[in-house]
């Protein structure tokens, strides 16, 4: 499985940025569930947000319920992040993931880089 994440930019606090990830190579398992995490700089990675791949069921990071959208669109492959109201503190690379047949993140994108300025 590969996942290839755009998307990223400089944005303004208070703006808008979309994220996409791009699956390729094997089909993905009904079971799969696709995440985003980011990392900050000096930081570790946190999760974002997640979406099971068969059913559309979300999750999200607390602090980020109400301003950060997954969705994904099982015909194109592709897995959307929608973050709105951005502060600087949403500064970071962000990463897309997919499980494996381990349930565990198996497999990553190579980051895109957001970066909200004051």
């Known amino acids: 499985v590969q996942l290839q994440a755009s998307g990223g930019g400089l944005v303004q606090a208070g703006g808008s940025l979309r994220l996409s990830c791009a699956v390729s190579g094997p089909t993905l398992s009904s079971s799969s569930v696709m995440g985003w995490f980011r990392q900050a700089p000096g930081k570790g990675r946190e999760f974002v947000a997640a979406i099971k791949w068969n059913d559309g069921t979300t999750g999200y990071a607390e602090s980020l319920k109400g301003r950060f959208t997954i969705s994904r669109d099982n015909a194109k492959n592709t897995v959307t992040l929608q973050m709105s109201s951005l502060k600087p503190e949403d500064t970071a690379v962000y990463y897309c993931?997919?499980?494996?047949?381990?349930?565990?993140?198996?497999?990553w994108g190579q980051g895109t880089q957001v970066t909200v300025s004051s």
């Open positions: 993931t997919s499980t494996g047949p381990s349930s565990s993140y198996d497999y």
